[in-house]
């Protein structure tokens, strides 16, 4: 299997502690600065691109055709914190088990915007209804459904509950326990992928008004009628059983081997057939 990683980055990306011959990936960069100072000897390909990520990574795959080639595509931020040895792991598991869309799961470290994505250390994947735009990987069938999707809006947020809707109820979508990484940027601290400047109401001086994330948001969720309610469906346990969330043994495993913080600021919610986390 043929697996790419393309990550739009800036000066401070930390893709480069993810190349080594030893990778089971090729990576690209699509560069968002301007004067780039790390090797660019040992990637498949080099996209320079001023704009927000989803700008960027649209412009790369609408400009280029040689990642049709590849089984598995992942579009991580450039500010996730993991090694070679961890992203083998990761795409070991993606084809094992045919998973449409899925992500690692964020370590105890990690800044995170949706708990449920938070690592699970009594699982080794658990099936979801989203996988976050900030670490998403797709199957080529997959990826040809959903990549035209890049130039719905600037932010990228919204997309994540879009790709499900296009795919359908039987998508196979997971969060991979068995490998966490780090992510190490505040959320929203690079402007919630459009940028550090954000302007969301009119100016004085002007009648134009540049949308928000969360404008962008409301516009793709009226669009295609979605709502964004993240769910756990069930799960792979250590000795290799999967379990429905609505098993008693699936929440006993799922309380017992959650992120801390889960339990100090969220209220967990067994509720028919899945798990809902509210703050």
Same mark, same amino acid.
């Given at each position: 299997?043929?697996?790419?990683?393309?990550?739009?980055?800036?000066?401070?990306?930390?893709?480069?502690?993810?190349?080594?011959?030893e990778?089971?990936?090729?990576?690209?960069?699509?560069?968002?600065?301007?004067?780039p100072?790390?090797?660019?000897?040992?990637?498949?390909?080099?996209?320079?691109?001023?704009?927000s990520?989803?700008?960027?990574?649209?412009?790369?795959?609408?400009?280029?055709?040689?990642?049709?080639?590849?089984?598995?595509?992942?579009?991580?931020?450039?500010?996730?914190?993991?090694d070679?040895?961890?992203? @083998? !792991?990761? =795409?070991?598991? /993606?084809? $094992?088990?045919?998973?449409?869309?899925?992500q690692?799961? #964020?370590?105890?470290?990690?800044?995170?915007?949706?708990?449920?994505?938070?690592?699970?250390?009594?699982?080794?994947?658990?099936?979801?209804?989203?996988?976050?735009?900030?670490?998403?990987?797709?199957?080529?069938?997959?990826? @040809? !459904?959903? =990549?035209?999707? /890049?130039? $719905?809006?600037?932010?990228?947020?919204?997309?994540?509950? #879009?790709?499900?809707?296009?795919?359908?109820?039987?998508?196979?979508?997971?969060?991979?326990?068995?490998?966490?990484?780090?992510?190490?940027?505040?959320?929203?601290?690079?402007?919630?992928?459009?940028?550090?400047?954000?302007?969301? !109401?009119?100016?004085?001086?002007?009648?134009?008004?540049?949308?928000?994330?969360?404008?962008?948001?409301?516009?793709?969720?009226?669009?295609?009628?979605?709502?964004?309610?993240?769910?756990?469906?069930?799960?792979?346990?250590?000795?290799?059983?999967?379990?429905?969330?609505?098993?008693?043994?699936?929440?006993?495993?799922?309380?017992?081997?959650c992120?801390?913080?889960?339990?100090?600021?969220?209220?967990?919610?067994?509720?028919?057939?899945?798990?809902?986390?509210?703050?």
């Amino acid at each position: 299997m043929k697996n790419l990683i393309v990550v739009r980055c800036g000066d401070n990306s930390l893709h480069e502690k993810w190349i080594s011959s030893e990778a089971n990936y090729d990576v690209v960069i699509s560069y968002f600065g301007n004067e780039p100072k790390f090797d660019l000897e040992n990637l498949r390909h080099f996209h320079s691109y001023k704009g927000s990520k989803w700008e960027g990574l649209n412009d790369f795959f609408q400009t280029n055709d040689f990642w049709r080639e590849y089984d598995a595509i992942w579009l991580p931020d450039d500010d996730i914190d993991t090694d070679v040895q961890s992203l @083998n !792991k990761f =795409f070991e598991l /993606f084809h $094992e088990y045919q998973f449409d869309i899925a992500q690692p799961s #964020l370590d105890e470290r990690s800044y995170f915007s949706w708990a449920i994505l938070l690592k699970n250390k009594n699982f080794k994947y658990r099936k979801t209804n989203f996988v976050e735009v900030m670490i998403p990987c797709f199957n080529k069938a997959t990826f @040809n !459904k959903i =990549f035209h999707t /890049f130039s $719905e809006n600037k932010s990228g947020w919204g997309l994540d509950f #879009l790709w499900p809707q296009i795919l359908g109820e039987q998508a196979n979508i997971a969060v991979i326990d068995e490998v966490a990484v780090f992510h190490t940027r505040p959320v929203g601290s690079a402007g919630s992928g459009m940028g550090k400047k954000i302007i969301s !109401k009119k100016s004085f001086f002007s009648k134009n008004k540049t949308l928000s994330p969360m404008d962008e948001l409301k516009i793709l969720a009226k669009k295609y009628k979605f709502i964004q309610k993240e769910r756990c469906l069930g799960g792979m346990n250590w000795d290799g059983s999967y379990i429905e969330s609505d098993h008693v043994k699936f929440k006993q495993l799922y309380l017992a081997g959650c992120d801390i913080r889960l339990l100090e600021n969220y209220s967990i919610n067994f509720a028919l057939d899945n798990i809902e986390l509210t703050q």
